[in-house]
């Protein structure tokens, strides 16, 4: 099958989404499948064709939110190269700029389009309201999140089930919703596939000492993600034991002023900041981590928990929905709904041998679970209900290649 991924984020870009877009182009290639790019250029204002053509990086204006960039909704100069592609399907993962130029091309094309829907906008208002008509804000973007979702597409994934109630009960979505949990390359994590030489230059970097027990947390630093809430813990966690370490992996709008706050509570010394680690690095410094935590409410899935978890690193989070499918309370990690629940599972893994190596061992099999291959099966079924799924009428108009015809009459698992 021949697919185009259309997204505003991909690497070099390094967030969540970035991620999950590039595990899945690589596991449907590993699959068999023929897989193009459609996304932003993010150094300049210019076309970029790379890879054999099977990237197109779109000129966009960068918008102020993080490195996001916006590109126009109708790129001439890559319109006759995406049709030389002759694709079969279209899987947008944005809603503006390019995932309308997606809906845009799927409708020129006559082909379906399916969509993911990764990101709680609801919860990002505020980058550009500044605190000035939150509500008004966040009724628009309700309005175009179910437009986009329902009305220009053919299919709809969301990661989580916490996703799925949004639309179902706020939104009111009336169409089939597949739930298809992001998957990541486990292997990528595992302790045995990463040089312990290289764990051990980190180590000297960091100044972490091999009997220090390391709080990890990875993700964009900025205030929606809670980390505050991570620093100001630390201080009681230290009292229990000195020898307990925060180390924070990533970079944000608000670095500075969570450095500023942890020379305040004057713990500077016991939380570390690694600052911005390349994508294609960061299994690398999971390595280094005894518990992984978040305390973020607005997380659609939580790619890191996984992550962490194919390092045999047990999991501390907040009782949220988004988590409820990597974290099993008790089993591979902890539950916690405040912080004095917080610090006594951050305590309890540090000082119960037993149950931390239980939880280490469960982590890495339940982490199995969610694996590359896996996920993209999932994702092809929904292309396969897309492509079959049409109204008769429409399904007689369409003409087929040989190829795809074959495809539909095999099957996607041969």
């Given at each position: 099958m021949r697919i185009g991924l259309f997204t505003d984020t991909y690497p070099p870009f390094v967030n969540g989404v970035s991620t999950s877009i590039l595990?899945?182009?690589?596991?449907?290639?590993?699959?068999?499948?023929?897989?193009?790019?459609?996304?932003?250029?993010?150094?300049?204002?210019?076309?970029?064709?790379?890879?054999?053509?099977?990237?197109?990086?779109?000129?966009?204006?960068?918008?102020?939110?993080?490195?996001?960039?916006?590109?126009?909704?109708?790129?001439?100069?890559?319109?006759?190269?995406?049709?030389?592609?002759?694709?079969?399907?279209?899987?947008?993962?944005?809603?503006?700029?390019?995932?309308?130029?997606?809906?845009?091309?799927?409708?020129?094309?006559?082909?379906?389009?399916?969509?993911?829907?990764?990101?709680?906008?609801?919860?990002?208002?505020?980058?550009?309201?500044?605190?000035?008509?939150?509500?008004?804000?966040?009724?628009?973007?309700?309005?175009?999140?179910?437009?986009?979702?329902?009305?220009?597409?053919?299919?709809?994934?969301?990661?989580?089930?916490?996703?799925?109630?949004?639309?179902?009960?706020?939104?009111?979505?009336?169409?089939?919703?597949?739930?298809?949990?992001?998957g990541i390359e486990v292997e990528r994590f595992f302790n045995e596939n990463n040089d312990q030489s290289v764990t051990e230059k980190l180590r000297k970097k960091f100044k972490i000492g091999k009997n220090d027990f390391i709080v990890l947390f990875v993700g964009r630093l900025a205030s929606e993600k809670n980390i505050p809430f991570l620093i100001?813990?630390?201080?009681?966690?230290?009292?229990?034991?000195?020898?307990?370490?925060?180390?924070?992996?990533?970079?944000?709008?608000?670095?500075?002023?969570?450095?500023?706050?942890?020379?305040?509570?004057?713990?500077?010394?016991?939380?570390?900041?690694?600052?911005?680690?390349?994508?294609?690095?960061?299994?690398?410094?999971?390595q280094l981590g005894s518990v992984f935590v978040t305390a973020s409410k607005t997380e659609t899935q939580g790619l890191t928990l996984l992550e962490a978890m194919s390092a045999s690193i047990p999991v501390v989070a907040l009782d949220d929905e988004a988590f409820e499918d990597a974290v099993i309370d008790k089993l591979n990690g902890f539950l916690f709904h405040d912080a004095?629940?917080?610090?006594?599972?951050?305590?309890?893994?540090m000082t119960d041998k037993k149950c931390y190596e239980q939880m280490c061992r469960q982590a890495r099999i339940n982490a199995e679970a969610h694996s590359s291959k896996y996920y993209a099966e999932k994702v092809l079924d929904v292309y396969y209900k897309a492509l079959g799924g049409e109204p008769s009428g429409q399904r007689e108009k369409r003409t087929f290649s040989s190829r795809m015809k074959n495809v539909i009459k095999k099957g996607f698992h041969d």
């Open positions: 595990v899945l182009e690589n596991a449907l290639r590993k699959l068999g499948h023929e897989v193009y790019i459609v996304t932003v250029n993010p150094e300049n204002m210019h076309y970029d064709f790379e890879s054999d053509s099977r990237i197109i990086r779109l000129p966009g204006i960068p918008i102020g939110i993080y490195d996001y960039r916006l590109t126009g909704i109708y790129p001439i100069k890559a319109i006759n190269k995406i049709k030389e592609w002759d694709l079969d399907i279209i899987h947008s993962h944005t809603e503006f700029g390019v995932g309308t130029f997606a809906r845009i091309m799927a409708k020129q094309l006559d082909i379906p389009i399916v969509h993911t829907y990764h990101t709680m906008y609801e919860d990002y208002v505020h980058y550009i309201t500044k605190g000035y008509f939150d509500n008004a804000s966040k009724k628009a973007v309700e309005y175009l999140t179910k437009f986009f979702c329902d009305k220009t597409v053919t299919e709809l994934i969301v990661p989580t089930k916490k996703t799925y109630d949004l639309f179902k009960e706020k939104y009111e979505y009336d169409r089939d919703i597949h739930i298809v949990p992001t100001e813990n630390q201080v009681e966690l230290i009292k229990k034991n000195k020898k307990c370490k925060l180390l924070i992996i990533g970079d944000g709008p608000d670095k500075t002023s969570f450095e500023k706050l942890a020379k305040k509570l004057g713990i500077s010394d016991n939380v570390i900041f690694t600052g911005k680690v390349p994508l294609d690095e960061v299994n690398k410094y999971y004095k629940e917080y610090q006594q599972d951050i305590i309890k893994l």
